[in-house]
């Protein structure tokens, strides 16, 4: 019994970021490529997002040639096997406001979306700084914040403080402060409805990159490392990483870090001829998978 759909879709791809921003102080051990993604939620008479990737716009021009990003593709293209329109997406759990994750707030007319409220509020307050605490503003589109305001002034961005429960029945919204960044939020799914889920999934946001952060590369003897890039503090992501493990009844594989490029060993996965993954973590009662034949 599963209420929804959980699928992963690759958008675009970073072509190469040092293994140090994906795992603090592993310097000097090469490059990785890494996958640029969102999460389609499909209940029965509900279609959400967890974040919405970046608009390929020329504001952005400059992250896409700084990050080398490459194939990136609309969501049209990315949500047409589905024969879901952008337009149709009813509901977006904002993790956090990073361009990958949030600049894409534009190509989703009908959204309702979701962030917590630090998450917002912290960034406005960084924006105000002198220029010479810039580096805080890394992988941050000023442009999207402006465009979040706008939302909440046309009633389409809800702050939240704190925890939210039931989102959508089952969906729960957990925040992890000053972690990757000050008001980051990841999204649990209890996919059989229960309050006490066996059947749950957490969706990591940025708080991973990748399942190394959860077991230290040593599967006998896990340890959380975590990532590189933090505007809050080490410590504060270390124990948020327990939390979304415990959030997985200590399940580590149910907890899925979307920038992961090996997703597509663990799960059945197809690619389509754009180049692109479709992730297929769970197929709802009322769905049929995606890539099974
Ligand atoms: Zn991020």
Redesign the pocket.
């Known amino acids: 019994m599963s209420d929804y759909s959980i699928h992963i879709l690759e958008y675009c791809y970073l072509n190469e970021i040092p293994n140090a921003a994906l795992n603090y102080g592993r310097h000097n051990t090469g490059m990785a490529k890494l996958p640029f993604c969102y999460i389609l939620l499909r209940g029965k008479d509900s279609v959400a997002l967890v974040d919405v990737g970046h608009n390929n716009s020329e504001q952005m021009a400059k992250f896409i040639t700084d990050f080398d990003i490459r194939n990136w593709r609309t969501p049209q293209e990315v949500l047409s096997p589905f024969g879901i329109k952008p337009e149709d997406v009813q509901h977006v759990f904002l993790t956090?406001a990073?361009f990958?994750?949030m600049g894409g707030l534009a190509l989703f007319p009908n959204a309702k979306f979701y962030i917590q409220e630090k998450e917002l509020s912290n960034w406005i307050w960084t924006m105000t700084l002198d220029r010479r605490f810039r580096w805080l503003m890394g992988?941050i589109d000023t442009s999207d914040v402006l465009k979040a305001v706008e939302l909440a002034r046309d009633g389409r961005l809800l702050l939240l403080k704190g925890r939210a429960d039931d989102i959508l029945p089952g969906i729960d919204l957990v925040p992890a402060f000053d972690t990757?960044?000050a008001g980051s939020q990841y999204v649990v799914i209890r996919n059989d409805g229960q309050a006490n889920s066996s059947d749950t999934w957490v969706m990591a946001?940025?708080l991973i990159y990748q399942f190394s952060n959860l077991d230290g590369g040593d599967e006998k003897d896990p340890y959380y490392h975590p990532i590189g890039?933090a505007n809050g503090s080490q410590e504060k992501l270390i124990f948020a990483m327990h939390d979304l493990v415990e959030a997985a009844n200590g399940d580590r594989t149910r907890v899925i870090p979307a920038h992961e490029a090996r997703l597509s060993e663990r799960f059945p996965t197809r690619e389509e001829s754009n180049g692109l993954k479709i992730i297929e973590l769970a197929v709802a009662d009322c769905h049929q998978s995606m890539v099974m034949a």
């Open positions: 956090h990073h990958d994750h992988s990757h960044s946001g940025d890039i």
